[in-house]
Each structure stands twice: as C-alpha cells, then as structure tokens.
C-alpha cells in the first residue's frame, strides 16, 4: 500500500477517536483489579498487568489454546496486532512482529531460547509447538533488556506446565484435545495431565499432528508473477507439498516446598513437512531437549526471590531429495541459562537484576550448505526497575551483552572471530489521569549484533532462491525508538492503541548486487544478495478495542475490531516484504453455555515493495464464524467448530518469500472437542 501522509493522518486519527470515542461511553464504574490471569512475566520478571505495561502485549491463555487452530506458532498467531507469520510452508512459519522475523524475533519457551535453527531460514520449522503451551506471551517492539540482541524486534514466549509450580488442586489436572480440518485432511490430539501429592508434582504431554497438502482457492502461480514471468498459472486445485507430520512428547517433575521449587524436565520433538518451495523436498526435524528451573523465595531482606532457568538442546534438521536421500543436514547444539534475582517491592518499586548466558554450535553440512560451522557465546547483564505511585510511576533499564562468533568461511582457511560488545537502555513515564485509563511514553535504545548468516553466508539458499552472501566486517544494528501506550478499561467499553516510531542505525539488510551465479548441482542460475547495512525508519500502530453491545449476567454480546499499520523506509528504499495494513472487525457473543462468533478481516494491498526484487500483493477480505459449546454443568467439556475463509478468497501473505507461488488455505471447517479436568 503506497500510503501518502494525510492518509497515514486519517489512519492515526481514526485510531485515536476510537478509543476516545469509546472512553466517552464507558459507564463511570471503578476499575477492575488485576487477576493473575492479566499479569504478564515476559519483559519483566517480577510481573506487570497487561493494563499497566508501557510496551505493546499480547497474551494467549490456555482456554484459547485448547480450541485453538492446529497450526504452527507463526500461523496460529497471524492476525493479532502487529503480527503476521512468514507462511513459508504450515510446518515452518515463524512469526513476524512489526514487519521484522528471523533474527530480530526472538521465539522462547519459558523464557530460554529455543536452540534450534528457525531464525537461520523461513524453511525452519520452530522447535516449540502452540500445543504444547498453557499461555503464549507476546511483546511486540524492543524487548532486549531481559532477553538480548535476538529481541530487538519483539519476544513470543511459549509457556508450558512441563515442570510443574504449584500441586494441582485435587491431586490432578489436565487438558485433553483433539480436532479434524476439512481444507488438509488435518487431524491432531494433544494431552497434557499434571498430577501430584505431598511436595512432589509430575507432567506428561505429547501432541500428534498431521495434515495433507492443503486446499487452494486460486491457481499456486499469483497473476503477478505470471505475468512478469510469462509462465502459466496452472489450475488450483492443492498445494503441492504442503503436508506435515508432527510429533513431540515431553515429561517433567518438581519439588515444591513453601519457599520455592525446583524441577527438570525432558522433550522430544519429530517433525517432518513438505518444504512447497520445491514439489520433491522434505525435511526432517530432530530435538531433544532437557531443562531445569527454580525459584527460592526469601523471608525478608533486599530481594523477595531468586529464579533461575537452564536449558540444553540437540538439535537436527535434514533436507531430503525425491529420492528420499538426505541432502543438507542442519545441527544445533547448546545450552542457555538466566538467573534472576527480583527485588522486594517497597512503596511501590519493584525490580530485578539478571544475567544470561548462552553457548551453541552451529553446522550445516552438504552441497547446499551456504553457512559454515560457526561457534556462539554470549553473556549479558541486566536490571529493570520500576516505581508505580499510583497516578503516575516511572520505568528504566540498562544491559550490557558480550556476543563472540567463530567460523571458518566457506572457501577460507583461518578462523575468523567477531565479538561485539552491546548497550541497551530504556526509560518510560506513565500516567493514569482518569479511571480505567493509563497513558504510557518509552524512549528504548537497543543494540544487536549480526547473526551468523548475516556475517558468514556464501552460498546458494534454496528457500530463498538466491547466492547469499554475509559480510563479516558489519557492525551492530542499532536502533532507537519512541512509543506511546493507551489503554482504556471502564464500564462497557475496553480499549488499547500502540503508535510507535524506531529510527535504525546501521540496519543490516539483504540486497541484490545485479549479479548471477550458475549453481552447476541444479543447472540453475541464482541472483546474488549481500547483506550491507544502511539507515532504516519504521512506524505504524496497532489498535484494539470492545464495546458491550448488550449485558445480562453472564451473557454478554460484544462488538470487538483491530486494526495494525506498519511502515519501512531503508535509504535503498522500502524494506522488503513489509505486511500492508489490516482491519478486522468482529461480533461476539459470549456466555455459560456457549461462544459464537462472526469476523471479516481486511488486509490491504501492498505495493510499496523493493523493486528490484518483490512483487506486489493484492488486498483480500477474509470471512470466519465460530461455535464452542459447553454442554455440561461442569463446563469442562467443549466442543467447537470454525469456519474460515467462507467465501474462498484467494489470499497470499506479503511477508513470506512464497507468496507467489503459494496462496494461504481455502474455505476450511474445523471441528474438535476439548475436555479440561
């Protein structure tokens, strides 16, 4: 979408009045406290309520999770404010935050990175599956304080009850769910029990997924790209190699004592799925995975508890030919540990001080290997602190973060070693001049190194269709920026706008030299792409808000709407594969008994694209309607069904590299029964 200022104006102001519209209808009723359920720990380890966070939020609970779409991470999270997926295939989609992925989002589980290869390339799958999860938290913006460099674009953290905190009440809990899709012949079950007594508490999960190449409502081939290629379309019918096959299964256990717990636990996780970019590959992906975590609680003194968390992972991930030889084999393997020490809050001021630390080894091995062995440690510091009083209350950090690179350069023969030494830095004010209403203003500056492609890539990339070539002279990406939070939450109407401005200083971005290479394996040639740095600038909003159309006891009919803009500017031009603008709006009526709902979702179209590569993507309107029932007193059984995309639209997402040749599902029903005990 060519966007020109008054248009960006009217798309401010329009977000603007809603809430202010909304804030004048609310009844004059006092505020609802926090729950548990409100309070988020990704960015701070002492807790903040959703509606008291200065930076952009976004939570998941576990009722959601059990009816949700079985989907990977990136998919099952496409269409919330700010984020989109890469969609490079449904076994491997990443989520991408404010128009940036791969090495600038950083996926967790528990708050310890995943070690596995998913930010190496859009064809790598994320060793962490929705399912598995009892919440998924996701900050969207700079989040590099706690987490490091790999957050300077957002942190999605999948929590899971793996090692369990608490004895569950009775002895026993769980959640068993198992769902069917029309538009991939897709079926899944997932278990989750936790049972415990005295001091001890153990979980066993597992999930088992599989999907058929999926449903399409238009020809693969876009209209675009066969007319600036002067290739067929063919018919559309399903997309070839679009299947997946997952399975992962995990157990954990845990002390837990007055003061505090401590347990470890163990994952396994297979998965193998069509690559789509090319009809005959496959990959298979390996990981075992152990962790360990705690928490002491002290009686008094300075710091009200210490945490600490460990993990170590294998990981493997093979590409196979038609053949079914195996081709490109991709290894990670390394452990991550944080500890944190949180202070005792006192009138008001809470904080924390944490280190990080992180060893991994990185191989790719093969013909199509276009990034050498490369060694990884890094080690940070940090504090965040913050002091509430009530109708107003300040924020701030700081952390510093050592991060080595070794490698040997593909055709080179002396090791070269790259350390970069980071500074991150934030400060915030917030204010609450009304009930139910918080305003917040942040200022960040956050520093990332270049990861391993970006320094030593030379090579052809299949996934990407291109000779990518790193630089191993670059400096870290830098990156400053301003954001204002509101949020509204009185009487009958609920609300939250987030606009943000970030200004890049040595954003590191991939662009074509003009170049070709004839790789001889494929006899194909592929255009050449460097990574260089340059000064980019990012801005947009998202917004979100409900009005109770009507209320009676539990019964509640709702009209609830988002919408999310992002623009990039770099000083080649704009930034590839940047998501257009989105608008959903929704009716929902909620009760006892049952939840129903119908939505229409708009996205634009984008054709402000970098031309020398990118096509442009047309608009489209998606329709979705939702039933879950609850037929029992207990209310603990649900059975649910979605329909998606009911008028088979063809849509294809901008921010993946298969957009052209790859559109999102067609017209797809979902059905599944959820039981939680």
């Known amino acids: 979408m060519r966007s020109s200022p008054a248009l960006r104006s009217l798309l401010l102001a329009a977000a603007g009045s809603t809430v202010l519209a909304g804030a004048a209808a609310a009844q004059s009723t006092p505020n609802t406290p ?9 960015g701070v380890p002492y807790g903040v309520s959703q509606r008291a966070a200065v930076i952009a939020t976004d939570v998941v609970d576990e009722q959601t999770l059990a009816t949700a779409p079985a989907a990977s991470l990136g998919d099952m999270l496409n269409g919330r404010p700010g984020v989109r997926s890469t969609d490079f295939a449904p076994g491997a989609s990443r989520p991408v935050i404010r128009g940036l992925s791969g090495p600038r989002v950083q996926v967790l589980t528990n ?56 004895i569950p009440e009775g002895g026993v809990k769980g959640v068993v769910s198992t769902q069917a899709s029309s538009v991939d012949d897709g079926r899944s079950v997932f278990g989750r029990v936790t049972v415990g007594s005295g001091n001890f508490a153990f979980n066993v999960d597992g999930v088992k997924r599989k999907t058929d190449d999926y449903e399409i409502p238009a020809p693969a081939i876009s209209a675009r790209r066969a007319a600036a290629e002067g ?89 196979f030919e038609a053949v079914g030889e195996p081709g490109t084999v991709f290894n990670s393997d390394g452990w991550e540990a944080r500890a944190d020490l949180v202070q005792r809050q006192r009138g008001g001021w809470n904080g924390a001080l944490g280190v990080q630390a992180l060893s991994r080894n990185f191989q790719a091995i093969g013909e199509e290997a276009f990034v050498p062995t490369v060694d990884i440690d890094e080690v940070g510091l940090y504090t965040v602190q913050r002091l509430d009083l009530g109708n107003h209350g300040f ?51 956050n520093e990332r190194a270049p990861s391993e492609v970006e320094l030593f890539a030379n090579g052809v990339h299949i996934a990407t269709a291109a000779y990518e070539t790193g ?99 770099t000083d080649f031009g704009p930034a590839a594969r940047i998501p257009p603008y989105s608008v959903t709006g929704r009716l929902a009526w909620t009760s006892t008994r049952f939840d129903a709902s119908a939505e229409v979702r708009h996205v634009g179209e984008q054709d402000r694209v970098a031309n020398e590569f990118e096509l442009p993507t ?60």
Do not use: M
């Open 231 to 319: 290739v067929a379309r063919g018919d559309g019918d399903k997309q070839p190699n679009s299947y997946t096959d997952l399975q992962t299964w995990g157990v954990g256990g845990a002390y837990i004592g007055d003061k505090g717990f401590a347990g470890v636990s163990y994952k396994d996780t297979d998965s193998e799925y069509g690559t789509v970019a090319e009809e005959s590959v496959f990959i298979k992906l390996n990981q075992k995975r152990w962790d360990a975590r705690g928490e002491y609680r002290f009686d008094d003194g300075p710091f009200s508890a210490i945490r600490g968390s460990y993990g170590h992972a294998d990981y493997t991930h093979t590409e």
């Open 618 to 677: 047309n608009d489209y309107t998606l329709v979705n309607a939702s039933l879950a029932v609850r037929p029992f007193t207990q209310q603990n059984v649900t059975l649910f069904a979605e329909a998606r995309n009911l008028t088979n639209e063809e849509a294809r997402e901008h921010a993946s590299f298969l957009k052209d040749i790859a559109p999102l599902p067609g017209r797809n029903l979902r059905v599944g029964v959820a039981y939680r005990f």
């Open 111 to 166: 708050g310890i990175g995943l070690i596995d290869a998913s930010s190496v390339s859009p064809d790598h799958a994320v060793a962490a599956d929705p399912a598995e999860a009892n919440r998924i938290e996701i900050i969207r913006g700079p989040a590099t304080l706690v987490y490091g460099g790999s957050a300077i674009g957002g942190v999605v953290n999948v929590l899971d009850d793996r090692i369990p905190t608490a």
């Open 34 to 42: 926090a729950t548990v359920d409100d309070v988020i720990v990704t």
């Open 471 to 569: 630089d191993l002279n670059l400096n870290s990406e830098k990156v400053t920026t301003l954001e204002g939070t509101a949020h509204y939450d009185r009487g009958r109407f609920t609300g939250d706008l987030h606009v943000y401005h970030s200004w890049y200083d040595g954003f590191i971005d991939e662009r074509p030299t003009g170049e070709q290479f004839l790789f001889e394996e494929e006899n194909e040639t592929f255009p050449v792409y460097r990574f260089v740095q340059t000064n980019a600038k990012f801005y947009g909003f998202e917004l979100e808000g409900a009005y109770a159309l009507w209320q009676d006891g539990d019964r509640k009919l709702s009209l609830e709407g988002s919408a999310d803009y992002v623009h990039a500017q």
């Open 395 to 445: 924020e701030g950090g700081l952390r510093y973060d050592r991060r080595e690179l070794s490698g040997t350069p593909i055709g080179g023969t002396s090791e070269v070693n790259r350390t970069f030494d980071n500074w991150s830095a934030s400060a915030a004010a917030f204010l609450r001049p009304a009930a139910g209403l918080f305003l917040g203003l942040s200022l960040a500056h």
